[in-house]
């Protein structure tokens, strides 16, 4: 497998037509799982939780899903500044990644962009937080 990133950007839109941060990698999965994890650090993110969904029990009729999983990660520092604003913002600062390997072996990596779950922020200080996020997020996305 080559060892060059697939795709270089990382705005875009999801299947649902929502707007979605994005990267494709053409890494292997475990590199691509090491690159992010290490990403997510360096940009102060923490991996609540990380849930296998290859390993879930395949329907009779279905192939085996694609190697995939989901990454739950939130930025502490910048959450615990959000929530001083505005007490909603803790849930919504929470992001999942999700993490698909397609029919070429290329890694692809989406999460919902923070800035529009956010769009209609109570207050310029919470906007500002929002996209110190979003810029983390697509700071690590770039390092895949």
Same mark, same amino acid.
């Given at each position: 497998m080559s $060892? ?6 990382v ?7 929502? *707007?979605?941060?994005?990267? =494709? %990698? +053409?890494? %292997? !999965? %475990?590199?691509? &799982? ?7 650090? =360096?940009?102060?993110?923490?991996? !609540? $939780? ?7 029990? *395949? =329907?009779? %009729?279905? +192939?085996? *899903? #694609?190697?995939? @999983? ?5 930025? #502490?520092?910048? $959450? ?19 993490? @698909? ?12 962009? *923070? ?10 200080? &919470?906007?500002?937080?929002?996209? +110190? =996020?979003a810029? @983390? ?5 770039? +390092?895949?």
């Amino acid at each position: 497998m080559s $060892s060059e990133r697939a795709d270089h950007g990382v705005a875009g839109v999801d299947r649902a037509g929502g *707007p979605a941060l994005r990267a =494709v %990698s +053409a890494f %292997s !999965w %475990s590199d691509v &799982l090491a690159r992010l994890t290490n990403a997510l650090y =360096v940009e102060g993110f923490a991996i !609540w $939780s990380e849930i296998d969904l290859t390993q879930m029990r *395949p =329907v009779r %009729s279905l +192939a085996r *899903p #694609p190697q995939q @999983r989901l990454m739950i990660v939130g930025h #502490p520092q910048l $959450s615990r500044q959000a929530l001083s604003i505005d007490e909603r913002a803790g849930l919504d600062l929470t992001l999942t990644l999700h993490l @698909r390997c397609d029919e070429r072996g290329h890694i692809h990596v989406r999460c919902q962009d *923070p800035r529009q779950v956010w769009a209609r922020a109570s207050s310029e200080r &919470l906007e500002l937080v929002v996209e +110190a =996020v979003a810029e @983390r997020l697509q700071r690590v996305l770039v +390092a895949l």
